[in-house]
């Protein structure tokens, strides 16, 4: 045999010798033993650490939760200073207002209360007194104004016109602020006039309407003024951003501004979502925040037919008026102010960028001319009942 053949015979003969004694070995009590014990030993430790990662992961779940309360927590104090903010900056206005509420003596209007800051007034002539009324236009509020009308003199209205429509060109973001007296060429009976048939704000309409804030009746079935008409028109034209109604009467919607542009901030009667408020009730919390966010944004704020008299919505004038005060009426400072629009005085007249005396719809026709805006015809009927 060959040399290799000698190596692997012996090799091949004691493997197959030890084969035996190997099974014999495994098969003895004490090696089964050892080998159960370390199977249940590597259970018992995959059983360990099944429940360490359990609780690992209950640890995570944990931590993950108190992450998430201090998050809500932070959310909800940062909500709660700003809401507390907002609050203190409202009191403050109200304060503020209040303090500064005595109303010009009851004589003619003069100076800035007749033209206001942002007006050359000792180049134009004092309004007319149009109509004397010793009443108090409204006995419910802040301050106790007397309903006399007055009228500016055709070249002062012109002179003011135009510095509004300058001011309105200017502007980043005019709001609107309506009162009642927009609406009174519609036939919608106002809360301030007391002139009776000597009243120059209910000239030219036949016939009032019989509706109440809570009863609108024929009301409901008013057709928007040339103002609306002309506002609307102005919103088309990118010149008019919000319009901040008091009216219940959906005009503003039915002349074709969008209601997305509009907050009815008193309630609507062709809203079921947003009902009328009564005098002392709380405003719709939508209609309260998008009122804040034009207090916001506005440098310029247009009021139309509205006697400021104290209601929440005034504070979008007095704001933006005070602002207009505080940078010297200055057409180039960061607020433009107020334009006052209405036939009686106000308690904010003293701090107007621009203040006409005369009724809406003949302002905002010479305003709408002045800006080479095209006011519309007024619609048929069957058009303006629509919403």
């Not at 055709?154 to 309506?178: E, G, I, Q």
């Not at 009686?344 to 009724?359: K, N, P």
Request: charged content about 20%; hydrophobic content about 40%; overall charge neutral.
């Amino acid at each position: 045999k060959s040399p290799s053949q000698d190596w692997t015979a012996p090799r091949r003969r004691g493997g197959a010798a030890l084969r035996p004694a190997m099974q014999k070995a495994h098969s003895t009590p004490d090696a089964r033993a050892t080998l159960n014990d370390l199977q249940a030993t590597t259970e018992s430790l995959r059983a360990t650490q099944a429940r360490v990662n359990q609780r690992l992961d209950s640890v995570d779940a944990t931590v993950q939760g108190i992450t998430d309360v201090f998050a809500r927590w932070d959310a909800m104090k940062a909500r709660f200073d700003a809401a507390h903010r907002r609050f203190c900056e409202r009191l403050a206005e109200s304060l503020r207002d209040e303090a500064n509420a005595e109303p010009p003596a009851d004589v003619p209007p003069a100076g800035i209360f007749a033209h206001g800051g942002m007006v050359p007034a000792s180049s134009l002539p004092p309004p007319r007194l149009a109509a004397q009324c010793d009443d108090i236009a409204r006995p419910n509020s802040l301050v106790q104004m007397k309903a006399h009308e007055y009228l500016d003199l055709p070249d002062a209205l012109d002179a003011k016109v135009k510095v509004l429509a300058a001011m309105v060109r200017a502007s980043r973001h005019t709001v609107v602020l309506s009162g009642a007296g927009i609406s009174t060429s519609a036939g919608i009976r106002d809360y301030a006039s007391k002139a009776g048939t000597r009243s120059v704000a209910a000239a030219g309409v036949r016939e009032h309407s019989q509706g109440t804030p809570f009863e609108p009746k024929d009301s409901i079935d008013a057709r928007p003024t040339l103002a609306h008409r002309a506002l609307a028109a102005m919103h088309r034209a990118g010149l008019v951003q919000g319009w901040v109604n008091q009216n219940h009467d959906g005009l503003a919607q039915r002349a074709g501004m969008p209601q997305s542009a509009v907050t009815e901030i008193h309630g609507s009667w062709l809203d079921p979502t947003n009902p009328v408020v009564p005098m002392q009730g709380a405003l719709k919390a939508s209609c309260a925040q998008a009122l804040h966010d034009h207090c916001e944004r506005a440098d310029l704020v247009v009021c139309l037919g509205t006697s400021l008299s104290g209601l929440s919505a005034d504070r979008l004038a007095s704001r933006a008026g005070r602002q207009a005060e505080a940078e010297g009426f200055n057409p180039e400072g960061q607020s433009l102010g107020v334009a006052i629009i209405a036939l009686q005085q106000t308690r904010l007249d003293g701090v107007a960028s621009v203040r006409i005396f005369e009724r809406c719809d003949v302002v905002m026709e010479a305003l709408a001319r002045e800006l080479g805006v095209r006011v519309p015809r007024e619609a048929p009927a069957s058009q303006a009942a629509a919403v």
